[in-house]
């Protein structure tokens, strides 16, 4: 299959192959060329089924290495240490091409060539990407099984998966600005409640699992740090979050890693906040009582 899409491509359009990748999923030809259009891929497609379909014969010769025949035949040229005679793989009336690879003795065994389209190779190169065989068939296969399952999921036809995807995206975003905006009057109201309050506790503590880093920056901003140290965290309550302390300077720069580490996360911070990811939210319990004792250590007048 590379060979005869690397004759044709030539032959054509004048694009030489520079090397290829032949894989188990799919195969690549890197192309001197810095694009090819969708016309030269439907065109090369057609060219290359067409010649399976004409049942051309595929040889296979060996010369001399002297033999000048084999200055005629397309190779990257023979290493310098080779010995013996030279393998030729003849696809009749198409190309001559030096090869130690085991090919099929006519074309129409290949069944198939599908061209997947192209992707950007090295400077001023071009991947082209191909299915040959029973490769195609399985392509096929796994292609309509998702198709059957999108089918069954979208409750619509193949035909209007796209714009049903289309809407359901829509859909998530408009959903997502929705909630953002909730969790932000949410964040306000906390913070509001929490500073009506005629006595305000000198420790904040609060989870929430469907907020953000916006979320708990809200909550500081409006409750304010001076006298309060706030200890906000969101995210899953047993797994992975993100946690936010904040108040007095010296305090967060002192509490701050401390949290940090014992909620298995990093983080990082400057003027009174100290915020980070966490690998144990379940450890939140544990933070908290290391700042509850630290706030009963503090003096009167700190």
């Known amino acids: 299959g590379q060979h005869l899409i690397t004759a044709i491509a030539d032959q054509m359009f004048g694009f030489k192959t520079t090397s290829w990748e032949l894989g188990r999923q799919r195969s690549v030809i890197e192309l001197d060329t810095p694009s090819v259009t969708a016309a030269q891929i439907e065109a090369l497609e057609r060219s290359v089924n067409e010649k399976i379909r004409e049942r051309v014969p595929v040889m296979v010769r060996e010369l001399a290495a002297d033999d000048p025949e084999v200055e005629t035949v397309r190779s990257r040229g023979l290493p310098d240490d080779h010995a013996g005679p030279v393998r030729v793989v003849d696809i009749e009336g198409i190309d001559s091409n030096m090869c130690c690879g085991t090919h099929v003795s006519n074309l129409s065994d290949l069944q198939v060539i599908k061209l997947l389209g ?13 299915l040959a065989g029973n490769r195609v068939l399985k392509s096929i296969e796994q292609s309509h099984s998702t198709e059957k399952a999108l089918t069954s999921l979208l409750k619509n036809g193949p035909g209007e ?17 929705n909630n953002l905006n909730l969790l932000r009057d949410i964040a306000v ?11 305000q506790s000198r420790l904040f503590v609060l989870h929430r699992k469907e907020g953000d880093s916006e979320f708990m920056n809200i909550i500081a901003n409006e409750i304010g740090t001076e006298e309060t140290l706030l200890f906000l965290t969101v995210g899953d309550e047993k797994e992975a979050g993100l946690f936010l302390l904040a108040g007095p300077v010296e305090a967060v720069e002192d509490l701050g890693p ?14 009174g906040r100290f915020q980070g990811k966490a690998t144990k939210m379940s450890r939140r319990g544990e933070a908290q009582a290391l700042l509850q004792e630290f706030i009963s250590h503090r003096s009167p007048e700190a």
């Open 161 to 177: 998966h796209v714009e049903a995807v289309k809407r359901l995206q829509s859909s998530v975003k408009l959903l997502q600005k």
């Open 258 to 271: 401390r949290v940090a580490e014992l909620l298995g996360g990093k983080g990082a911070g400057k003027r």
């Open 118 to 130: 192209t992707e950007k190779g090295k400077k001023n190169k071009t991947n082209l990407v191909f």
């Open 189 to 199: 109201l906390i913070a509001r409640d929490f500073k009506s309050k005629p006595v």
